[in-house]
């Protein structure tokens, strides 16, 4: 009953407005991380476009907590909703990380598996910004954010594989050699995969909505 009550009365739209701008800015700040993940002299520029996006990202979650408390009616559960902003601004806190890490050392040239890695994460930030408008209609696009979704845990998966794939490529190369370049190598393949994971949990987040609403 509360369900059919609560569909009759108007709903705050703009939730909608804060998550296309926020994620925008996740697919921007993707961009600027595969630009950084291309190398050269050019690297500290991208990793401080990078962090610019985080830092826009961030605001526009805090407008969306702040709607959330200040809104009677909300599009779907307000839990879902700070679940989700929440998840998709994990994403990006986590490319600022990996871009932190490029910069504390000096990093300046990348592995072919880091540069495909930063090409997948830019697949998975366009996913999502495909996806969070369908939110609106939810019954009419189920199959579409079910498709996507689906599509967001593969390419997380290829991540994870380009991460296997590149840490054995990195012992290799440097297993008599230097130490140190092993160790930031590390580092950077850990932040590249855990944005892959932050994208896998955006994913969960809207099936949940998903099966909650239909």
């Known amino acids: 009953m509360l369900r059919l009550f609560r569909a009759f009365l108007p709903k705050e739209e703009r939730f909608f407005d804060l998550f296309a ?68 601004d994990d994403a990006i806190d986590q490319m600022q990380q990996t871009a932190k890490a490029v910069m504390l050392f000096e990093v300046r040239t990348f592995e072919p598996p880091m540069r495909e890695m ?23 696009n189920v199959s579409m954010l079910t498709a996507i979704t689906e599509e967001l ?6 991540v994870d594989d380009l991460h296997d794939i590149g840490m054995k490529e990195l012992f290799l190369k440097h297993r008599n050699a230097n130490a140190m ?22 994913a969960n987040e809207i099936n949940s909505i998903v099966i909650e609403q239909v």
């Open 153 to 158: 845990t593969k390419l997380e998966g290829r």
């Open 21 to 88: 701008r926020h994620a925008e800015t996740c697919v921007k700040g993707a961009q600027a991380l595969q630009d950084m993940l291309r190398g050269g002299e050019e690297t500290p520029v991208h990793c401080q476009r990078v962090s610019q996006f985080e830092n826009d990202a961030d605001g526009i979650t805090r407008e969306v907590l702040t709607a959330v408390r200040r809104t009677f009616i909300t599009p779907f559960d307000r839990g879902d909703i700070k679940n989700l902003i929440t998840s998709m």
């Open 181 to 202: 370049d092993f160790i930031v190598g590390v580092e950077i393949y850990d932040h590249l995969e855990k944005v892959a994971d932050r994208f896998d949990d955006v």
């Open 118 to 140: 930063g090409q997948l994460l830019v697949e998975c930030a366009n996913l999502v910004s495909r996806a969070l408008p369908l939110l609106k209609s939810i019954g009419e």
